[in-house]
């Protein structure tokens, strides 16, 4: 071994002392403010009514993105030798959907989807909580479990229209089910999503989340105990639930994993020198850290915006509805499957309709929330004490359906384990980041597998 080899392995081995010494992850649970509030002006009580919704978009605002729709400045022409999305969303794309949803496009048709769900909202810590609120039929079904799902960015609740139906009916909707256990579905907008109320003061971050849906769950909805299920930002809020929360909590399924304590980082280092011995299942076997950093970085710039100065990135996108329709659709590109960057028309209607993806987008316009959409990302980014928070170990029991196309790289149960109680872990054959919304059968499938074995067993 040369003198420079064995100074870069003593180097390393004490770096790697310091992480797990200094990042390992607490065992011991981490205070967190129990109350806020996030409303404007002076803090004033909470009115605690629970009032019906319907999302009913005003004529004007259609009428006026249309308008804005048609009198896109597009300054640019598509590279002649690119021809994919690896430059950002291919401008013939762009063309294509921006001409649908102006002349095809049927915002009514979405609104009525949505609102077939019963919808209501209430106010918690000064802000106004919208959620979609779907029970079993009843008399149908002798379990049923409260099950609260969280979205993500850049989605929103329709994310889940498709999943709804599967997991609070599932004898209607799965061929063949007999089960005699059901979902009563709660989906709340993200504060700042969708129909619910952006924060007014600084500081709503993803604890902050877990908090007022932990108060809309058992507060509110009066529900004892309750299981939660989250990918994206929603995972991250309803893991925290289980380090906040856990005797409210049946447990947590997530379909994406964070795992970002030292342990988990040591894991992966030394996974990818060593997978055979480390990690289990065949598939990690050419594990690699360097794989996954470049990918993230190549794909993550978005993010590092969004976690600094999010107010200067979000008024154009809320300004123009072709731009902000770019943004967000590159993301459902390449998070559905990272090799879809490099076809034409990005891949986006394998998996997804043209309706379906503008209708995510139309959310955020008709509410005009993008901007307060990418403020998540710097109350959690440059929030050193939220960071900390995730690391802790979340002791519910926790399922896992890990997506093999979801961001980066998808990471082996023993990395994950380090983080959480990791009862159940699935290895998805199929799917990306947007779980709910691309795959819902199977996500469904696997929330009601985890389910029987976690309160069932309780
Ligand atoms: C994991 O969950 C199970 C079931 O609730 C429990 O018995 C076990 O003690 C938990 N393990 C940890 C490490 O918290």
Known sequence: MKAIHVIAVGALAIV?????????GSQQPIKFPTDGYFGSGKKTPDDTSIKPFKINVPEEVLKDLKERIKRTRIGHKQLEDVPDFTYGMNLKTVMEFKNYWETKYDWRKAEAQLNNFPQYTTQIEGLKIHYIHAKPPANKYKVVIPLLIVHGW??????????????????????????????????????????????????????????????????????????????????????????????????????????TNGKAMLYQILGSFFPTLLFKDKEFYDFSMKKMFFEILKESGYLHIQATKPDTVGIGLNDSPVGLMTYILEKFSTWTNPSFRNLPDGGLEKKFTKDELLTIVTIYWVNGNILSSQRYYREYFSNWEAQEFSKQYIHVPTGLASFPHDLGVRLPREVIQTGMNLTHFTLMKDGGHFAAFEMPKQLATDIIAFSTETVRIV
Do not use: C
């Open 16 to 24: 790697l002392s310091y992480l797990y010494v200094n990042y390992g």
């Open 154 to 259: 850049p989605g929103n609740v329709y994310e889940f229209y498709k999943i709804i139906p599967y997991l609070s009916d599932p004898n209607k909707h799965f061929d063949g089910a007999q089960s005699d256990m059901a979902f009563e579905v709660i989906a709340p907008s993200i504060p700042g999503y969708g129909w619910s109320e952006a924060s007014h003061k600084a500081g709503f971050d993803q604890i902050a989340t877990a908090r007022i849906f932990k108060k809309l769950m058992n507060e509110r909805l009066n529900f004892k105990r309750f299981l939660a299920q989250g990918g994206d930002w929603g995972s991250l809020v309803v893991s925290n639930l289980g380090r906040m929360y856990p005797e409210y909590l049946y447990g947590v399924h997530l379909n994406m994993a964070f795992v």
